[in-house]
């Protein structure tokens, strides 16, 4: 019965995220300012998409020392990618703790920029559990309750992937693990129908519409879990 319930409990969350991928991908890219540097003249086509390649690598990379030249030769550090991802979201996503810190460091940074996902460099932390480029991010002001356009917030990405120290850190800068986005999912509710019973455990325990008799989830399969999707590239 219980294994049926997950099954069942596995399928909706599919089909639920299946549903936001597609409407997601219907979305316009996010427009990126043009690159021009300190001569203030635009790079032409060729050039600026050389450049943006050059450049998104280093924020991957956590190469400091490429993204500060970047900058000191005048260009903006919000770029976007193809994608719609601003450097300073692709950081953070990959934890590239000395590029977020250089950026951060820049007056024109977009802390709050969405990509086309809807995600901000924080949600993007927050998912793939970088903790010490997510403190960065919260310390430089960012919102930890920043919210995508069906209302899902850093700390329901962070329960989706099973990131229990990162939930604590989003909790303790006043994101709600309560919050529900619009299709009625909350942290909790993503922590259990993923099967992160340790993050259950740690959400749940302070969540309002937790039930302490609910099934406790048994172990699913990596097809049947959700944390590796290229929200961020």
């Known amino acids: 019965m219980i294994r ?45 998409a050389a450049l943006i390649k050059v450049v998104f690598q280093a924020a991957r990379d956590n190469d400091m ?27 953070a996503y990959h934890g590239s703790d000395r590029v977020i810190a250089t950026l951060l460091t820049h007056q024109e940074i977009e802390i ?16 793939k559990g970088h903790d010490v480029a997510l403190r960065q991010l919260l310390d430089a002001g960012a919102s930890p309750t920043a919210a995508n356009t069906v ?4 700390i329901m990405f962070a329960a989706l992937a099973g990131r ?3 939930v604590q850190i989003l909790r ?12 009625g999912n909350s942290a909790d509710s993503l922590a259990r129908s993923q099967g ?13 519409e937790y039930q302490s008799d609910a099934p406790v989830p048994l172990e699913l399969s990596g097809d049947e879990r959700w944390i590796d999707i290229p929200y961020v590239q």
């Open 4 to 48: 049926r319930m997950l099954k069942y409990c596995s399928v909706c969350t599919a089909l639920l995220l299946t549903i936001i991928l597609i409407t997601y991908a219907t979305l316009p890219t996010p427009a990126s300012p043009p690159l021009q540097g300190k001569s203030g003249v635009r790079l032409d086509a060729q050039s600026e």
């Open 65 to 91: 020392k490429t993204i500060s030249e970047y900058l000191l030769e005048g260009f903006t550090p919000n770029v976007r990618s193809e994608r719609g991802d601003t450097l300073l979201t692709v950081a």
């Open 112 to 127: 709050e920029a969405r990509n086309r996902m809807g995600l901000t460099a924080v949600s993007a932390a927050a998912f």
């Open 151 to 154: 209302n899902q917030s850093a």
């Open 164 to 166: 229990t120290s990162t």
């Open 172 to 183: 303790d800068a006043g994101a709600s693990d309560s919050r529900t986005d619009d299709f």
């Open 196 to 208: 992160t019973p340790e993050t259950m455990s740690h959400v749940s325990s302070s969540s309002p």
